[in-house]
């Protein structure tokens, strides 16, 4: 067998590609697919200059919040009695996490450490014989503040959890808002016949509180009328229409008054309306007065 073929058989790969292998400023070719591309080429061997730092990967198997969420999570873990906490177990797993945390992080190990020094008081604690109570009371258990803090803590964890699974705008919902451009206008409710008839039946009863009994002669004319309704009406937006009355007139004036508005009314120049149903009659000019020619 020749040289050739022995080193076929040696590697493959470097024998189907030839052309690869051969290229000037590339390491050899040891794999047909390249390990990665930097800036765009392929890049089919590590560099010899390649530098990672030791600290740059780390790998976290387990996150927890604070030195009450390890001791709860390996309490949990192994299902033991929270009540009946076996300090020994728990105090040597919580140590062995310590000294993991002290090796990558010191600031954050402080805070452990503090809690280590809790458990080893509390099992040196349960190894000394009890202290003397009072006859019929039972002797104190170490565990009891630490267990009362667990409990407390896990309640609050939960609280905490419950409320996050509650829909949040912004991360389950969205608050949707439309604008219109047009506003819409407000509908007057109509006035009927009935309306002024009940309007002017009271205006004649307000009149009759005030006549005076004479008998003279009067030229009213329809238009003057006319003419003084929308002058009262140019300087106000809304007038009541009892305020477009004198009773102290007399009834022919009133008449006239009266008829004076129908007509305008036909004719365009006011309207009547109210702001509700049996609600008192308002009359004001349908035309601005700058349309006046």
């Known amino acids: 067998m020749s040289d050739s073929a022995e080193a076929a058989l040696v590697n493959p790969a470097s024998a189907a590609t030839p052309s690869s292998a051969a290229?000037?400023?590339?390491?050899?070719?040891?794999?047909?697919?390249?390990?990665?591309?930097?800036?765009?080429?392929?890049?089919f061997a590590l560099p010899h200059d390649l530098?990672?730092?030791?600290?740059?990967?780390?790998?976290?198997?387990?996150?927890?919040?604070?030195?009450?969420?390890?001791?709860?999570?390996l309490i949990r873990k192994q299902n033991f009695n929270i009540l009946d906490i076996p300090m020994a177990a728990v105090t040597r797993q919580y140590l062995s996490y310590v000294d993991e945390v002290r090796a990558a992080n010191l600031e954050l190990a402080a805070e452990y450490l503090l809690m280590a020094a809790m458990l080893i008081e509390i099992k040196s604690r349960m190894l000394l014989p009890?202290?003397?109570?009072?006859?019929?009371e039972?002797?104190?258990?170490?565990?009891?503040?630490?267990?009362?803090?667990?409990?407390?803590?896990?309640?609050m964890k939960l609280a905490a959890f419950q409320l996050n699974e509650l829909p949040q705008m912004g991360r389950d919902f969205f608050q949707v808002q439309a604008s219109i451009g047009q506003t819409a206008e407000a509908r007057l409710?109509?006035?009927?016949?009935?309306?002024?008839?009940?309007?002017?039946?009271?205006?004649l009863r307000r009149a009759k509180l005030v006549q005076h009994h004479r008998i003279s002669r009067q030229e009213l004319s329809v238009r003057e009328h006319m003419s003084t309704v929308l002058k009262a009406l140019q300087s106000r937006r809304f007038v009541e229409f009892g305020d477009l009355f004198d009773p102290t007139q007399g009834v022919p004036v009133l008449v006239v008054t009266f008829i004076a508005m129908l007509e305008l009314a036909k004719e365009t120049l006011i309207e009547l309306t109210q702001a509700e149903a049996f609600a008192p009659i308002y009359v004001r000019l349908a035309y601005t007065p700058s349309q006046i020619s």
């Open 23 to 43: 290229t000037p400023g590339l390491p050899p070719v040891l794999d047909p697919v390249a390990l990665a591309r930097l800036y765009g080429e392929p890049l």
């Open 51 to 73: 530098y990672i730092p030791p600290d740059a990967l780390q790998v976290f198997l387990e996150a927890f919040e604070g030195p009450l969420d390890l001791l709860l999570y």
């Open 130 to 136: 009890p202290r003397a109570k009072a006859e019929g």
């Open 138 to 155: 039972e002797p104190e258990d170490p565990r009891a503040e630490l267990v009362r803090r667990l409990l407390e803590y896990e309640q």
């Open 189 to 203: 409710p109509q006035v009927t016949v009935a309306d002024l008839q009940q309007a002017w039946a009271d205006i």
